[in-house]
């Protein structure tokens, strides 16, 4: 948890600290890599948890390093049209953080404050940037400290007047960039939570 992250001059095996620049670049790179990649998606948003809807999803790479989003199945349950409108935006907020686009990756390049932090497990390095999407939001990213492969996300965020807190997971496909595995989302009054898992993750031949 961020809060168990102590702040140092560099890892614990004495790497420096990767730089905003240098891991904004990295990923930059990374969502560059995904384009030659489809997967599934699953989206399950609960209340109180209860499983109000499920959606399934296929992501393909669309013009100008974007995804498309193919409906696959929708179980979706009684939601008003309020409630699911703000459910559309907090997903939306936790794609630019799960899935940042290059044009989000540049302002992010452009602001935030960025500190290295350290985990109590060994060999996983962190880096911490406040104002890193919006004014005031706080990102923790962990890597593996040799490789500076992603390991996980840690996000606090603001939609409107609430807070939404972001667990993200990823994993490193053979060969090939790091992908979200899973994220838990979950907002501060209204006590939402959704939770994300991505599967089937294909590589496209160059001719498709």
């Known amino acids: 948890p961020i809060g168990l992250a102590q702040e140092r ?3 614990r ?19 560059h890599a995904l384009g030659r990649y489809k997967w599934k998606s699953t989206t399950e948003i609960l ?10 999803e296929e992501v393909q790479p669309a013009e100008n390093e974007t995804f498309e989003r193919t409906i ?4 979706s349950g009684k939601i008003g049209k309020k409630e699911g409108e703000y459910l559309d935006g907090v997903i939306r907020l936790a ?16 602001g935030g404050v960025a ?25 923790l990213f962990w890597m593996d400290d040799s490789t500076r492969r992603a390991k996980r996300i840690e996000v606090t965020s603001r939609l409107k007047k609430d807070t939404v807190s972001i667990f993200g997971i990823f994993r490193t496909l053979p060969d090939g960039p790091d ?10 009054k209204k006590k939402w939570e959704i939770r994300i898992q991505n599967f089937d993750i294909v590589l496209l031949d160059e001719d498709e």
Not at 179 to 187: E, F, N, P, R
């Open 47 to 56: 209340k109180r948890g209860k499983t109000i809807s499920t959606l399934v």
């Open 115 to 139: 500190t290295g932090r350290v985990d109590e497990d060994v060999g996983v390095t962190g880096l911490h940037i406040t104002s890193y999407n919006q004014s005031g939001d706080s990102v």
């Open 72 to 75: 696959l199945s929708d179980s």
């Open 13 to 31: 095996m004495g790497n420096p600290f990767p730089t905003k620049e240098n891991l904004v670049r990295r990923l930059m790179d990374n969502r």
């Open 9 to 11: 001059p560099e890892s």
């Open 179 to 188: 992908i979200l595995a899973s994220a838990t989302v979950k907002t501060g």
């Open 95 to 110: 794609r630019t953080y799960l899935l940042p686009s290059t044009l989000g990756l540049r302002g992010t390049l452009a």
